[in-house]
Structures are given as C-alpha cells and as structure tokens.
C-alpha cells in the first residue's frame, strides 16, 4: 500500500494491472483470479515435469493397446428392441434385464440429471443459470454437452480426493505427524486427478513412493511410523486398492477365509523395502510350547526372511517387456508394472468397477475392494469396460464418459424399495444414494457462494517448529482437505472453531479423521445426529445467514418478481422448480414487505477479520485460552446480516432458505 500521508491506498501490482475497489466483492474477485493464475502457473510447472517422462508411458500404453487388440473379441450382445438403449454399455444390461423379463425405468428427469451429474462428477451441486442454460438448449445431444463440460470442470479432481484418501489409507496428523500417521499425499492425489494422469502411472508413482514426505508428494504413503512393518501395511492397502486382494488377516498369520499365506503379503511387502524382510515376533501368533494350538494356519515363523517376490500369477505371470521397466533392478518399479500390466485384467476390472460402483451405487462385481469368491453380475460387461480403460491409456474420465452417457446410469431411481430389490442387481435402475460427507459441506458452500474461512490446519503458526513435529495442511477450500485436528484432550486453546464446525458435519455424515486403514464403503446408515448437525449446526446456520457475502443476499437484491427469485432459491438448493404447494407456502412466507426489502441507503457490511495469536508456544497462557474461547463464539455467531435488506424481510428469508436446506431430499443424490 502506498505510505505516503494524503495518497490513496493502493494494493500493489503490476502497472498495467486494474485499479482494485476496497470492496469484499471486488477483493475476493480479484483473489479468485490470482489462485487462478498461480494454479495455471503450477500446471504448467507440472506438465513440463512429467514431460521428460512423457515417452516411456507412450510406449508402455502403445504395447497395452496391442494387447487389447490380440485379445479375443468381445461378443457384444444385439439391441433389444423394446430396450432404450444411449451406447455399448446398455446393450450388455438390456440382455440381462430382457432375459429376467424385467423392465428397466426410464429416463430420469432434467433436473435430476443435472443434479445427480453434478454432485457424481464434480461433488457440487449446479446453480440455478447452469441449469436455465441447459433448459434452454434444445439440441439432442445436450446432456453429452453437459457431461463433457462436467469432466472438463477442475472440481472433478476434488470430487475423487476423499475417495482415494479412504482407499489408500491416507492419514496426516498435524501433531506429531511420525506418530502412527502416513504424510499428506492428498495434494499429489489432487494433482494427478486435476492433470487426469493416466491411472497405471498414478499406481506407478504411488508405489515407486518418490518426492517429497511431508509436502504432499508420495513418498507420503511410505510413512507408517510406529508399524513393526510399515510396507507390510502398505502392501495390504495396495493389493486391496487395485487388486481386489483383502490380506487384511495374513498380517500375522496365514488367513483363515482368504487363499493368502502370510509370506504372500510379505513378499509384497519385500518388494516394497527392495530388500527381503524379517518377520519380527509381533508380527505372528504367540505359540507357548505345550499350550493350546492356534485356531489359524501359521506357515511363517518369527525370525524368518521373506525374499521380494510376487506369488500372484493368476494374476500375471513375472514376465515383463524391457521397455515396461526403467529400472529392472528396482523391486519397486517392478511391483508397480505387474499391478498395472495389460496382461493383468484384474487391475483394469478393479478400476472400471470403481467408477462403476460410485456412479450406480453397487458395483458390477459387489465387493468392490475383496473379489475372493466374488462373481461379477455382467463379467462380459466389465471385460469390455476393463479393455476400453486399457485401450484409452488407463484413462479414468473414458470410463466415466462411457457410463454417464448410458442409459443405464441416467434412468431414474425406484420409487420404491421393494422395486428396487425386485430386479436384483441387473441394473434396472441406479441405487438410492445419500450424498458423500466431502458433498453436502462442499454444496452448502457452493450454494451460499460463502468461503469456509477456516483457520490454517496448523498449532505451530509461525513454523517455529520442523515439519517432524507440526504439519501445516493451509487453509482448506473443499471438504477432503481437512484432517484431525489432534485435540483429543480437548484444551480450548488448541481448538480451531470454524474447523472443527465443518468436521461436525463431514463426521456425522460417515466421513473420518483417522485413516488407520483402509476401506471403499464409508459407514452409510442414518442416525439423529445427521439432522440435528443441520438443523443447528454452526456451518448451516452461517449458510443460512444473508451477510453481504452470499450469494443468497445478491439473490434477493436483483430487480425480479418474486416468483422468479422462488425459483431461484428452489434451483440453487433443490435443483429443480417447487411445486404450486411449496410456490403458495413460500410467497405467503415472502410476499409481505418483498417490495420495500431493498433499503435505498443500505451498506455493506463487512465481518470483521479474525485474529489470533495463539499457537502450540504460548497454548498455556490463560490469555490464550479467553482469545480462543472468543474466536468460538464468534464461530457460531457466524457472519454479520447485510444492512442492504430490510431485517423482518431478510430473516423470513433466512428461515426458507433453512427450510429447504434442511429438508430431507437435499442429502440424497435424485
């Protein structure tokens, strides 16, 4: 800012740059495309990175296709013809379903189309000119249209996050970060789903673990501190994640219901440490001579060595080209290129039946992460699904183009229960889905058009301590970057308010803070908690709130009839038109007053900054406790009401807007 006494105050910049009004709305424009640029800048940075490696996968995906296409074909079943069908993919499910003799639902609505495409693709839901503007296209092919823009949106990539970081175990803590923690990888996880990288190289440089342990990069996943054997715990996530191996019971012993020994995993786990291991006595059954014998098989004895190897040619055989290997003395490198080898069909089938299962609520083959015993209910049509990954350079955005654009994923769902148990799993129609955590607090944002303004993921502010002790994950913008807060005993100074009131809400909807394993399926069944987190929480309460920087308040400010901003307000939550009930029962609630709800000389207000000096150093001072205990009231305060709407009028507002986000069809996927 300029200094000098009677000039005006000025942000500094380039010269030719556009003066800046000193207003929120304008301030956080300007911060809009600043991110931007700077997220431009890192793509770039990325993208001439990874090109020096770019002819190494061109030859590896170049020898995938040949597989692919020495490959039997397909027997693609015909058309049926009293079957709608949009591409390949419902060829196979029309089959079935006409063979059962049961009948298929029909296409879904508009707009639920474009809710469910939203919140499936990029985890929030469409705003109200998104869907007028699709409305209004009357071309065929408009819903191609709008799924292409969908997988063409950045949020793409946030919506996968807080998959893979369940998936993979992800598991950062802010304190102490070597205490039974793995490193924050989810940034490599984002970046990788934001530059779309082919899915066998992401498996590649997450098993090759290289780059940066506490900054974001892979090497992360090495952590597993405080484990006996941190890459046995790795090799059982990574044959679960991607081939459907649960060797969750061979970590101490030979498992019972699974065909794994214990050094099966361990040779995995060899491979990982690029050397042979030795199993350590607190890795195996205790045995006392003489005592009772152990109800399970124990092949492997503490004190032996296990040797790098790979016991799974089911699977795939050892063999591998030359050119699928940069280094062939590298176990690692090695592990990574037989998970992903075209000649292992179990990985392409592991990851088509992901994307599957997250679009239609169950998967092709059920058990989506244990394919022990699993049969697929279309083994032809995951076969075609696993080829077309393959054929696409592991592509994960063609498998979910191909599964979008069918008939299958856009049919509406069973009004019914006992309809949609009735065809089984033939796919008659897609599954009742509840939205995941990361979805409802990201759509409560996105629907305010209000930022989290969360305080730094950090108790160590001013990085007087090493990243050994305290880690600082910045300030989150989307649900999958917050984390334990690791404030278990629960001391006021250490709290950080308004992110422990988006945890509440990611909690009570399934989602965890501590990732000690890994797992697909989050816990998904109803409990009060849910609502009442809704109902009275602090993050909806401030969704809620019509301060001047929502977009709610900008809403009501618009010269329109009311019955136009009724249905604003319905498309911007509910994602579709109210009905002549709900229309009658909100203009009785607005009407009065809606004229005069403008105040001429209104202004803007502005919430004040709020500041704390409190971190792990001074946490003890009893000052540091009154800052914080201040910072949490003001949290559930929320933001200040805008003086540009007329109060009575701006709190019936309020009370529909609650209404409607509480309600019970918000959470769920249409």
């Known amino acids: 800012p300029a200094t000098q006494a009677g000039t005006m105050f000025e942000l500094l910049a380039p010269s030719d740059a556009e003066p800046i009004t000193l207003h929120e709305r304008d301030w956080r424009r300007y911060a809009e495309q600043s991110q931007s640029?700077?997220?431009?800048?890192?793509?770039?940075?990325?993208?001439?990175?990874a090109a020096n490696q770019a002819d190494f996968w061109q030859q590896r995906h170049a020898w995938a296709r040949d597989v692919v296409e020495q490959k039997t074909p397909l027997d693609v079943p015909a058309s049926e013809p009293d079957y709608p069908q949009l591409n390949t993919i419902d060829r196979f499910i029309n089959a079935r379903l006409a063979e059962a003799g049961v009948e298929p639902s029909p296409l879904t609505d508009d707009f639920a189309f474009l809710r469910r495409t939203s919140l499936d693709v990029r985890g929030v839901l469409p705003t109200q000119n998104e869907i007028r503007e699709f409305l209004a296209d009357e071309s065929a092919d408009r819903r191609a249209r709008w799924i292409d823009r969908l997988l063409n949106d950045p949020r793409w990539a946030d919506n996968w996050v807080g998959y893979w970081q369940d998936v993979l175990a992800e598991n950062p803590g802010i304190l102490k970060p070597e205490l039974n923690n793995t490193g924050p990888f989810r940034w490599w996880i984002h970046e990788s789903l934001l530059d779309?990288?082919?899915?066998?190289?992401?498996?590649?440089?997450?098993?090759?673990?290289?780059g940066s342990r506490y900054g974001g990069g892979p090497a992360g996943f090495s952590m597993a501190t405080q484990n006996d054997v941190p890459m046995a715990a790795k090799a059982h996530v990574v044959a679960k994640a991607f081939l459907g191996l649960d060797m969750t019971c061979a970590r101490c012993h030979d498992a019972p219901y699974h065909p794994f020994k214990q050094s099966e995993l361990f040779g995995l786990a060899a491979m990982l440490n690029r050397q042979a291991i030795k199993l350590p006595s607190s890795s195996s059954v205790p045995q006392t001579p003489g005592g009772r014998k152990p109800l399970v098989d124990i092949t492997l004895k503490p004190g032996e060595s296990v040797a790098p190897q790979w016991s799974f040619v089911s699977l795939t055989q050892t063999d591998l080209p030359a050119s699928a290997l940069r280094s062939t003395s590298d176990d690692r490198e090695r592990l990574a290129a037989l998970i992903t080898s075209p000649t292992n069909d179990r990985f392409a089938r592991m990851m088509v039946n992901r994307v599957w299962h997250r679009y239609l609520g169950e998967g092709i083959v059920a058990s989506v992460d244990d394919w022990h015993e699993a049969e697929p209910s279309h083994a032809e049509l995951l076969d075609y699904l696993g080829r077309e990954f393959v054929a696409s350079g592991y592509d994960l955005k063609h498998v979910a183009r191909l599964i979008l654009n069918s008939h299958a994923y856009q049919r509406a769902v069973a009004s019914d229960e006992s309809s949609e148990s009735s065809a089984g799993r033939l796919f008659a129609s897609p599954k009742r889905r509840r939205m995941d955590?990361?979805?409802?607090?990201?759509?409560?944002?996105?629907?305010?058009g209000k930022p989290m303004e969360s305080e730094p993921l950090t108790l160590d502010p001013e990085a007087r301590r090493p990243v050994t002790t305290f880690l600082n994950l910045g300030v989150p913008?989307?649900?999958?970057?917050?984390?334990?807060?690791?404030?278990?005993?629960?001391?006021?100074?250490l709290a950080l308010p308004v992110a422990q009131s988006i945890i509440d809400v990611l909690a009570a909807f399934g989602w965890r803070?501590?990732?000690?394993?890994?797992?697909?399926?989050r816990e998904s069944y109803p409990t009060v908690l849910q609502p009442l987190t809704l109902a009275h929480g602090s993050v909806v309460n401030r969704v809620c709130q019509l301060s001047d920087n929502s977009e709610f308040t900008e809403l009501c400010l618009q010269d329109v009839p009311l019955d136009r901003l009724i249905d604003d307000i319905y498309l911007r939550i509910l994602s579709r038109l109210p009905n002549s009930d709900e229309r009658a029962m909100a203009e009785a609630l607005l009407a009065e007053g809606y004229e005069q709800r403008r105040l001429p000389n209104g202004q803007f207000v502005m919430?004040?900054?709020?500041?704390?000096?409190?971190?792990?150093?001074?946490?003890?001072?009893?000052?540091?406790?009154?800052?914080?205990l201040e910072l949490e009231k003001a949290a559930r305060a929320g933001d200040p009401p805008s003086g540009r709407l007329e109060a009575s009028w701006r709190e019936r507002m309020e009370d529909f807007v609650w209404a409607l986000v509480n309600s019970p069809e918000f959470v769920f996927v249409p």
Request: hydrophobic share 40%.
């Open 607 to 628: 919430k004040p900054p709020l500041r704390t000096a409190v971190s792990w150093s001074n946490h003890l001072s009893a000052e540091a406790t009154t800052i914080k």
């Open 513 to 521: 803070d501590a990732r000690p394993n890994p797992i697909t399926e």
């Open 196 to 210: 779309n990288k082919p899915m066998d190289r992401f498996v590649a440089e997450l098993v090759v673990m290289n």
């Open 477 to 493: 913008t989307r649900g999958w970057e917050l984390t334990s807060l690791s404030n278990e005993r629960d001391r006021p100074a």
């Open 437 to 448: 955590a990361e979805q409802i607090v990201d759509s409560l944002f996105a629907v305010s």
């Open 37 to 49: 640029l700077i997220a431009e800048l890192d793509s770039k940075a990325r993208r001439a990175a």
